[in-house]
């Protein structure tokens, strides 16, 4: 009886287990893109607002399907 117990407490620690690892990758992927997004807003409005060169290059590597458009225009209004 009493290692049927303790392989139920096993049982229930490695759900636990899991389940900790598994909010927590979660979590960590839904920072990264925010930050991802932030940045990249950021770099749009760098771009389109600033004359920053720099900025528009990396949407145009970096940047969603709309920045990428964007920043290629603004580059081009440039002449560069």
Do not use: P, W
């Amino acid at each position: 009886m009493y290692k049927k117990i303790i392989h139920q407490q096993k049982k229930s620690y490695m759900k636990n287990l899991f389940l900790m690892f598994s909010i927590s990758a979660v979590g960590t992927l839904a920072l990264t893109h925010s930050m991802t997004q932030g940045f990249n807003t950021s770099s749009l409005n760098q771009c389109t607002n600033n004359n920053d060169n720099k900025a528009c290059n990396y949407l145009v590597e970096n940047g969603s399907n709309f920045q990428k458009k964007i920043a290629q225009q603004t580059l081009l209004i440039r002449g560069l």
